[in-house]
């Protein structure tokens, strides 16, 4: 089974400064390990994702998170907050067994962004 | 590039009413999904299909039926509405292997009251 916590409901970051957003899992097999990113009244859209190789992810928008298997952990990162970057952030696991389905999701964090 | 198609975008109902969200894909996708969102508990699962002809309950199931018209098509159904079912539903797809991700469309707004 998995699960996904994401510690912090809400981020408040000025804007240039460094986004940090923190992913812990549980995962009772290798996970694949996604973040998506959600605005205001749209659908989820994916970040990045992690499956296999390099732990330092790089996604869209000058977004990246470091798979930690030690410390069950998949932050998500940026050096200098945009304005643009304000909306939900979600953590998700599926865990890498051939046919999975399931994807979990964690409870999500909303940014904000101070000028 | 569609992508996933939801259909409608807000929709409100009086308690008891039925009503069918429709859902459409156009990506040859094999697995589909039924999301509802609600404040502080993120996406929990309500049905999914993992190919054409097979559906299976996720999460909160209760209330809902779906049916897999055909590889593109995904719909959800509330036979009685309720106002706990006052949500955003999300319909999302996959391809065939477990690395990729999902797909969202973005959303119908249902009101219940």
């Known amino acids: 089974a998995q699960s996904v916590t994401q510690l912090g409901s809400h981020v408040s970051v000025s804007e240039g400064a460094l986004v940090l957003l923190r992913c812990n899992y549980s995962?009772?097999?290798?996970?694949?390990l996604f973040w998506y990113v959600q605005y205001p009244n749209q659908g989820l859209q994916l970040l990045l994702k992690?499956?296999?190789?390099?732990?330092l992810v790089k996604g869209i928008n000058g977004f990246e998170a470091e798979f930690k298997k030690s410390e069950t952990s998949f932050h998500l990162t940026k050096p200098s907050a945009h304005m643009s970057d304000a909306a939900e952030y979600f953590c998700?696991?599926?865990?890498?067994?051939?046919?999975?389905?399931?994807?979990?999701f964690g409870q999500g964090t909303r940014l904000t962004i101070n000028p | 590039n569609a992508g996933v198609t939801q259909t409608p975008k807000f929709q409100v109902l009086k308690t008891g009413q039925s009503m069918t969200l429709q859902c459409a894909q156009d990506?040859?996708?094999?697995?589909m999904y039924w999301y509802r969102q609600d404040p502080g508990m993120g996406l929990r699962l309500i049905y999914y299909?993992?190919?054409?002809?097979?559906?299976d309950k996720g999460e909160v199931p209760n209330g809902y039926n779906v049916s897999r018209l055909n590889k593109r098509e995904f719909s959800l159904r509330l036979e009685s509405a309720a106002p706990s079912q006052t949500s955003v539903y999300f319909c999302?797809?996959?391809?065939?292997?477990?690395?990729?991700?999902?797909?969202f469309g973005d959303g119908t707004r249902l009101s219940i009251l």
């Open positions: 992690y499956t296999t190789g390099a732990t």
């Open positions: 995962s009772s097999v290798p996970p694949y």
């Open positions: 999302a797809s996959r391809g065939t292997y477990s690395n990729q991700p999902q797909h």
């Open positions: 998700a696991v599926r865990g890498s067994i051939q046919g999975a389905q399931k994807l979990v």
């Open positions: 299909s993992a190919s054409e002809g097979t559906t």
């Open positions: 990506m040859n996708h094999n697995s």
